[in-house]
């Protein structure tokens, strides 16, 4: 088993689980992720929180796995890690993610597809593929460029050194960094805090705040306006905004 999964309080808890390998991902690896990812879905998951096992959070692809070397590695792009980014990129709910460790490559990318990415002190994040003679994929372009800017992107690209993750945080490519001891515990918090809330919201919230990186003012404003409508009509929002009134605190039931 490479991947464990866990659910309690509205919140799945997915652990990559293949720590004698910094939990280096493989396209078997890659399915079960994707797999938890359903379930967490089948089971009306209104959070998710994605960690690792160990000293690592992910080492990213395993080199030593027969697909590294294939022909054509695009085409084991297509087939393995392009799925589970769409997918996690798609998710209906939050995802938060603790970073327990290095977080390298594709395992970088698999962090910062995450809505609230914590990292533990020592942890860092890294983007060596120029060091292989590859190029950044997992969708690494698009969220590093985005996060931090044209010219650190450059850096972290073109040089593959490692970002501390306090480094990382003032760059605004991650929300916050805590003591190792306490990563888990204020993560888990996050996840839960989320799955109390009004998910539809969140999940448009989330939609919406990757498509404004890529459309125009009036585009935006027309998303906007088509989302409010959806989140209107739940009945969380309903219940919250006849609430309000009366200042009794809300209670999202996720509808």
């Excluded at 000293?55 to 695009?74: E, K, N, P, Q, V």
């Excluded at 990415?117 to 942890?123: F, K, P």
């Excluded at 850096?155 to 993750?165: D, K, R």
């Excluded at 306006?225 to 969380?236: K, P």
């Amino acid at each position: 088993m490479t991947v464990r999964y866990g659910f309690a309080g509205q919140v799945a808890t997915i652990t990559l689980d293949r720590p004698d390998r910094l939990n280096a991902l493989t396209p078997t690896m890659l399915d079960a992720i994707g797999a938890a990812f359903d379930r967490a879905v089948v089971e009306k998951a209104r959070a998710v929180l994605l960690t690792g096992e160990g000293r690592a959070f992910c080492a990213g692809a395993d080199l030593r796995d027969g697909s590294a070397t294939a022909d054509d590695l695009g085409a084991v792009l297509e087939a393995s890690y392009h799925p589970l980014v769409r997918k996690l990129r798609a998710s209906p709910v939050p995802i938060v993610v603790a970073v327990n460790g290095p977080a390298i490559g594709a395992g970088a990318s698999l962090a910062l597809l995450g809505d609230i990415v914590l990292a533990a002190e020592a942890a860092y994040f890294q983007f060596g593929f120029a060091q292989i003679g590859l190029v950044p994929d997992a969708g690494a372009t698009w969220l590093v460029a985005r996060a931090v800017g044209r010219a650190r992107a450059m850096a972290m690209f073109l040089l593959g050194e490692a970002v501390p993750t306090a480094e990382a945080e003032a760059w605004g490519l991650i929300h916050g960094v805590l003591a190792e001891d306490k990563l888990l515990a204020e993560a888990r918090a996050l996840a839960e805090r989320l799955a109390s809330g009004p998910t539809v919201a969140l999940g448009l919230i989330r939609r919406q705040v990757d498509a404004a990186l890529d459309e125009g003012f009036d585009t935006v404003l027309e998303r906007e306006r088509d989302n409010q409508r959806i989140a209107g009509r739940t009945a969380d929002a309903r219940a919250a905004i006849a609430g309000f009134a009366t200042r009794n605190a809300p209670r999202f039931d996720g509808a």
